[in-house]
């Protein structure tokens, strides 16, 4: 059974984030050049929530606001729903589709050690369902 602690291995460690102050504009450029969905907003060392495109596409621009003038803190999702690295993905999957949530702070205690997304979920049940089909195959055929 593959773990959050798989995923984060195979992906890129960089951990993007933001501060709560930092007006949205500063959030939705460094998403788009990343090419990320989301990023954490960071309180110093302290995770204080995430900030999404739907955050800003729903809080924002269907709302009217303006980017620059509109601090972080202001629409990011300060409810968190955080894993742990031995955390199953079978387990993530139940979390996002039973919240429809599409990112998961990763915490080992206290500290910040990655985020997957519901992309990464995905990606990782697809591929231990193809290995399982895989070996169905070569049973049958052999």
Do not use: F
């Not at 309180?43 to 509109?70: C, N, P």
């Not at 993530?92 to 919240?99: E, G, N």
């Not at 997304?117 to 697809?126: E, F, N, P, Q, W």
């Amino acid at each position: 059974m593959r773990t959050v602690r798989h995923l984060l291995e195979a992906k890129s460690a960089d951990i993007y984030s933001i501060a709560p102050h930092a007006p949205v504009i500063d959030a939705v450029r460094l998403m788009a050049e990343r090419s990320i969905g989301a990023l954490l907003v960071m309180e110093g060392a302290r995770l204080v929530g995430i900030v999404s495109e739907r955050d800003y596409a729903r809080k924002v621009v269907l709302q009217g606001r303006a980017s620059a003038d509109t601090p972080v803190s202001a629409i990011m999702t300060s409810q968190l729903v955080t894993v742990r690295p031995e955390d199953t993905v079978d387990y993530c999957m139940a979390i996002v589709t039973d919240r429809r949530i599409r990112h998961l702070p990763v915490m080992r205690g206290q500290d910040l050690v990655g985020l997957v997304s519901i992309g990464d979920l995905v990606k990782a049940v697809i591929e231990d369902q193809q290995v399982e089909l895989d070996q169905l195959q070569r049973y049958i055929t052999s």
